[in-house]
T-cell receptor
């Protein structure tokens, strides 16, 4: 068990460019979450997968954001036409299918839009 | 809907003193409660969790928390803090949707 892995750890991009982040959850976890965290705030929920199905999306997830989890394994989060307000830490977490187990977090991807 | 309120944005304390970080929650269903710790530029690490049973929960690094249903609280305590406990602490609640909702966090600052 190597934990939740996120890549890249850091990303600097110019405004208007597209970026994609990857998350590899713990292998037997079927639930996967994406959160966004800005300085001095707690993680804000973006979206949730159970296996390959995207079951819930936050209103924070604008049309420029899209997430996928093909085959219920790794997940990607893409942001199109990035804006400076997208600068944040993007956190991925996974949890086991058994009810009420805790979410395990990756180290996050810090996005800076210049 | 569920929500979490962390009543203190910052808690300064001297080393070896006791500390309490406050958390109140609201939820329309049975709740499961968590405390996480985050060090700079890191992800979140679970300190402890309440799922059911005893209302006093013990976690890692000497932390404990007490679930109080009537006051809808889940305060985190440590009898004697160390410099290394300086970090951000987040309270979280999840219910039927299994999606954790986090508070805004409390910055614990331990002074020598």
């Amino acid at each position: 068990d190597t934990g939740v892995s996120q890549n890249p750890r850091h990303k600097i991009t110019k405004r208007g460019q597209n970026v994609t982040f990857r998350c590899d959850p713990i292998s037997e976890h079927n639930r996967l979450y994406w959160y966004r965290q800005t300085l001095g705030q707690g993680p804000e929920f973006l979206t949730y997968f159970q296996n390959e199905a995207q079951l819930e999306k936050s209103r924070l997830l604008s049309d420029r954001f899209s997430a996928e989890r093909p085959k219920g394994s790794f997940s990607t989060l893409e942001i199109q036409r990035t804006e400076q307000g997208d600068s944040a830490m993007y956190l991925c977490a996974s949890s086991h299918y058994r009810a009420n187990t805790e979410a395990f977090f990756g180290q996050g991807t810090r996005l800076t839009v210049v | 809907a569920q929500s979490v309120t962390q009543l203190d944005s910052q808690v300064p304390v001297f080393e070896e003193a006791p500390v309490e970080l406050r958390c109140n929650y609201s939820s329309s269903v049975s709740v499961y409660l968590f405390w996480y710790v985050q060090y700079p530029n890191q992800g979140l690490q679970l300190l402890l969790k309440y799922l059911s049973g005893s209302t006093l929960v013990k976690g890692i690094n000497g932390f404990e928390a007490e679930f109080n249903k009537s006051q809808t609280s889940f305060h985190l305590r440590k009898p004697s803090v160390h410099i290394s406990d300086t970090a951000e602490y987040f309270c979280a609640v999840s219910g039927g949707s299994y999606i954790p909702t986090f508070g805004r966090g409390t910055s614990l600052i331990v002074h020598p």
